[in-house]
């Protein structure tokens, strides 16, 4: 009795009903005398028929116990379920919520891009008892206006062609990551704000070079762009792309935030001509960026690659970028340094909050320090073996605003660079899909008709607009500072709530290092044992 039931209960009860609707219309088509009988009852028919056999395919299927127990109505749950981003975001986000970036920070970069109203009524939206507040101090003496144009120099003393750049920068995206008229956009904004485009591991597409922007040249593990066809580098490659003057300076990269110490693969099926030829790799092949470099192994020969970089580049600011893992090892690069006299130009510091590639989510969310213990155990790293003032720091991770840039640069960086505020700025709506080329923006997709919603010539002016807006916002963070430059900002002009009853200035939670106080011999904790366990010769602990 309970399994003749069994179509009556609920789990059922939708498609019995569309099995008898169907039997219902289908008699009356054939046995209505009616002529239009048939006619009226098709369109009804073939949806509830379909249905029906949507019902029977979820009872036979074996992959989804929850289809088995609810035909067709258990399909809402995965409507629901793809639309919930959406809904959430549009419908049930505060100003404040949202990841990995808030409404209100996504509104910002919006209206700077567009050069519309970005001042908000009202007071603050802030909790500024709760703890982890965080803010600047302002001087009775601000200054009336210092400017906008804030610009560093980098290149130590082994550098012939140093290179003036802005503090704030397209952090690195490769061709492949982003879509051609992403890049088109993004590097012709660059040059018109005066401010350099970061290619990503990808290599130098003819979508960087279209519009002449300065360019930063990122060198990965696959070493793309300047690779033998065994994946090896090849410096007479390297040297003949780097002597393009619109190559400012290059870089290495070691790991980047959203998943430090992750190879990846680009499957054969996807290496398109295109990315072949850009690349360097060949069709029909996997595109294999390794986890580890195979033209070095140890810190030694890192310094020693890095120089080399430097040379064949023609002098050029050569550095590299990391997200800081186990201590020693940044400390045995330090020793690197001490040891062969060979010094990088400059140092990009990714943080694990950062990160526009896919990546694991146990990488992306526990694996690598976050951006500002980073840059600020850098900092102290090369202060304490007296080669801070010849090495430049940039900040990387989660950098979208004004204030944004000026935290990070009192801990220690000396520019900031960004990449989700620049997506921002072409129009990302941060809707979580760039790795699944369905891109409803058009930013990251290879889909030439999903890419073309991106109009390059309004995005050119956006990604000027966002640049120029947010400088001039730090330009008057800094005015009200009483200061000059962004390079003026200490830890002291920072503090942060650590309790409901309790604040604490950034010089007491980063605190800083004497100059050459590791050579000396340090007893600050965080550096003592590190630094005994770093060696030059390898990567691996003293033990």
Known sequence: METLMLPFSPRFIVLT??????ALLLGIGIFDH?????????VPLLIFSGLTLLGIRDLMQKSHA????YPIAAHMRFLLEEIRPEMRQYFFESEKDGMPFSRDTRAVVYQRAKMVLDKRPFGTQEDVYREGYEWMHHSVAPKANVGEKFRIAIGGPDCIRPYSASVFNISAMSFGALSPNAVRALNAGAKKGGFAHDTGEGGVSPYHREKGGDIIWEIGSGYFGCRHRDGSFDPDEFARVAADDQIKMVELKMSQGAKPGHGGVLPAAKVSEEISKIRGVAMGEDCISPASHR????PIEMMTFVSEMRRLSGGKPAGFKMCVGHPWEFLAICKAMLETGLYPD???????????GAAPLEFMDHLGMPMREGVNFVHNALVGINARDRIKIGASGKIATAFDMARAMAIGADWCNSARGFMFALGCIQSLSCHTDRCPTGVTSQDPIRNRALVVPHKIERVYNYHHATLHALAELIAAAGLEHPQDLRPIHFSQRVSTTEVASFARLYPALRPGELLDGTEDVRYRDAWKMARAASFQPAV
């Open 34 to 42: 009616n002529p239009k009988a048939f006619d009226i009852v098709l």
């Open 295 to 298: 033209a070095f192994s140890t």
């Open 17 to 22: 009903i569309c099995a008898v609707v169907t």
């Open 66 to 69: 929850i289809l088995r127990n």
């Open 346 to 356: 400059f140092i990009v510091i990714d943080g694990n909050e950062g990160g526009t």
